[in-house]
Antibody, heavy 118, light 113 residues
Framework: EVQLVESGGGLVQPGGSLTLSCAAS????????MSWVRQAPGRGLESVAF?????YYTDSVKGRFTISRDNSRNTLSLQMNSLRVEDTAVYYC??????????????WGQGALVTVSS | DIVMTQSPDSLAVPLGERATINCKTG????????????LAWYQQRPGQPPKLLIS???NRESGVPDRFSGSGSATDFTLTISRLQAEDVAVYYC?????????FGQGTKVEIK
């Protein structure tokens, strides 16, 4: 059974840093692209970063967030620096299905809430 | 970025009736090389993460009830729930995976009338 378990969420002040982790199990982690998708309160979904052959970031987090993976520990991470109020969201870890051109997501974790507030 | 626009934003349908959700994309998602549409549909029930329902515009995932179906091509797509059940109350999202960033529609909330 595929499981994705996020950790590391919490309350942080604007300008602060936080690191999210996602522990994966039930599949061969190294064979799949992985992504972080966030959802601001009461809002829709936004894919902020993924790691396929290499990392990719959406423009709004480029230069502030770093996605990484440890295939030996089946772990995906998201280092978030210079956090802004607008980064407040539930952050989901999602397993990617590579289509040749891009990714869709067949398994999702329960999410980690990140609140950026003074 | 490819803009995804869903309609309506919300709809209320009687139990057992049909629900139809539309997704219009700002770019053609039909790739001529393989003749496939790079579009997925997700269901998000209250308090839950999204769940993949359909990929490739019309390919229903394993375990998804056959009352869910996807159709459309290029820039216009539809998710149909043929006979709405109580457990189908959720927000539904379309997502393009033609090119990054992989953008989602704003969501359509489905309720029971």
């Amino acid at each position: 059974e595929v499981q994705l378990v996020e950790s590391g969420g919490g309350l942080v002040q604007p300008g602060g840093s936080l690191t999210l982790s996602c522990a994966a199990s039930g599949f061969k982690f190294s064979n799949f692209a992985m992504s972080w998708v966030r959802q601001a309160p009461g809002r829709g979904l936004e894919s902020v970063a993924f790691f396929s052959a290499g990392p990719y970031y959406t423009d709004s987090v480029k230069g502030r967030f770093t996605i990484s993976r440890d295939n030996s520990r089946n772990t995906l991470s998201l280092q978030m620096n210079s956090l802004r109020v607008e980064d407040t969201a539930v952050y989901y870890c999602a397993k990617g299905v590579s289509s040749g051109r891009g990714l869709f997501f067949d398994y999702w974790g329960q999410g980690a809430l990140v609140t950026v507030s003074s | 970025d490819i803009v995804m626009t869903q309609s309506p934003d919300s709809l209320a349908v009687p139990l057992g009736e049909r629900a139809t959700i539309n997704c219009k994309t700002g770019q053609n998602l039909l790739y001529s090389f393989d003749d496939r549409n790079y579009l997925a549909w997700y269901q998000q029930r209250p308090g839950q993460p999204p769940k993949l329902l359909i990929s490739w515009a019309s390919n229903r995932e394993s375990g998804v009830p056959d009352r869910f179906s996807g159709s459309g091509s290029a820039t216009d797509f539809t998710l149909t729930i043929s006979r709405l059940q109580a457990e189908d109350v959720a927000v539904y999202y379309c997502q393009q995976y033609f090119s990054p960033p992989y953008t989602f529609g704003q969501g359509t909330k489905v309720e029971i009338k």
